[in-house]
């Protein structure tokens, strides 16, 4: 007797993305890893979402699954679009939170959105594995991240990060600029001596280079609480 299962379109249709979201999961797993700590370089000194992003994978690796999760959302607030990739990442394999497909595409939207071609890659792959109320839902979740995880509250919690670092040295006694010897800590917690105009070059790029991937975008008044940039680095 031939068997009966999945022999109705709506079976199939079921089928096939059982199988693709199966599929999916496997190569995930085998090909865009989370972060590997060896690629996980911090810069000169570390800014506050790649020392989240590198704390993130340290957590990870050592099985601390909802902690990396924390840290990797903090990191993600600073626009830091493989912080954001791999939030995505751990919804759809379950790591530290419920696996939830319609997050999972709503933060690999999110990531997408600089031209990362492997993260627009791994996001419209989701996105084929989503049922029609998925995509509904991670719509209505992406609409949601914006507001709180989008380039340009991304960008003004960078630029208030630097106005403070910028406060805390030049409120120093330690001279001109050009005479100024700053001492900063990586994300590893090696220590480095800049001089002053090497240290504000960092910090300007910290900015212009994320200016540069958001493209052309309407950027209006901003209200960051002082307070809140303040817990984001404790």
Excluded: C
Excluded at 186 to 214: C, H, I, K
Aim: proline residues 3%.
């Amino acid at each position: 007797m031939t068997s009966q299962k999945f022999s109705t379109p709506a079976h199939q249709r079921f089928a096939a993305r059982l199988g693709h979201r199966l599929a999916l999961v496997a190569a995930l797993l085998l090909g865009l890893t989370l972060v590997p700590l060896a690629q996980a370089r911090p810069p000169i000194f570390a800014t506050p979402d790649q020392a989240d992003l590198i704390r993130a994978a340290r957590s990870l690796q050592d099985g601390f699954e909802r902690d990396a999760m924390q840290k990797f959302k903090r990191a993600a607030r600073y626009g830091n679009k493989q912080a954001q990739k791999n939030v995505g990442l751990m919804y759809i394999k379950g790591l530290g939170v419920e696996q939830d497909w319609a997050r999972a595409y709503a933060w690999l939207k999110l990531a997408s959105t600089h031209g990362d071609g492997r993260i627009v890659s791994a996001r419209d792959e989701v996105l084929g594995a989503l049922r029609e109320d998925e995509q509904a839902l991670a719509n209505s979740y992406f609409e949601e991240l914006k507001e709180e995880f989008g380039d340009v509250q991304a960008l003004e919690r960078r630029e208030l990060w630097v106005r403070r670092q910028k406060r805390e040295v030049t409120g120093s006694r330690l001279g001109k600029v050009g005479a100024l010897r700053v001492q900063v800590t990586d994300a590893t917690g090696y220590n480095w001596e800049l001089s002053g105009p090497e240290y504000f070059e960092v910090l300007e790029d910290y900015l212009v280079t994320f200016r540069q991937s958001m493209g052309e975008v309407e950027l209006k008044d901003f209200k960051v609480l002082e307070e809140e940039a303040t817990a984001d680095t404790n």
